[in-house]
């Protein structure tokens, strides 16, 4: 994906205007890795809530149905917009999207995770292949184990660090 020369140009401009009047007791502090830490800093809470603004865009632009499909045969109603948190490159990002629930089965289900691959208060793709290149994909991402029928590993992300640290 390439990005406009104006778009970038207007938000590094942003971006300079705001560390503009810290500049110089930043780079008394640490030189120019100060600078640089703290452009950093900014740039990573600007892609959490910018990446939370695309996530709940995606949700927004779905027509919302009163019921969805459950895994257990039945209809889940719409309950209401839930919030989640996922961890991303970007840090800790919250996104709001649609939230079933089957009246049958008591099973809740938010159909915008399955779509893009995302589980509540796991890591995302895009972090987890960061973190952990040699792990494998279901460890991180909180993939059904099928020979136990159980989730795994996302949800104790600090074992597989641990383990393929």
Not at 77 to 96: E, I, M, N, P, Q
Not at 136 to 143: D, S
Request: charged content about 25%.
């Amino acid at each position: 994906m390439e990005f406009s020369t104006k778009v970038m140009e207007k938000m590094s401009a942003m971006l300079a205007e705001e560390l503009q009047p810290y500049s110089e007791e930043l780079a008394a502090e640490g030189g120019v890795m100060g600078i640089e830490e703290e452009m950093r800093s900014l740039l990573q809470q600007v892609g959490a809530k910018g990446l939370g603004k695309v996530l709940s865009g995606q949700d927004v632009r779905k027509q919302r149905k009163r019921q969805i499909a459950c895994p257990c045969g039945k209809q889940a109603d719409y309950v209401r917009t839930r919030t989640a948190k996922v961890l991303s490159v970007f840090g800790w990002v919250s996104y709001d999207r649609g939230y079933y629930l089957c009246a049958d089965c008591q099973k809740g289900q938010a159909p915008l995770d399955g779509e893009l691959g995302l589980s509540a208060g796991q890591v995302t793709a895009g972090l987890g292949s960061l973190l952990a290149p040699s792990a494998p994909t279901n460890y991180l991402y909180g993939q059904t184990d099928q020979s136990s029928g159980k989730e795994s590993g996302a949800a104790d992300f600090g074992a597989a660090e641990r383990r393929w640290a």
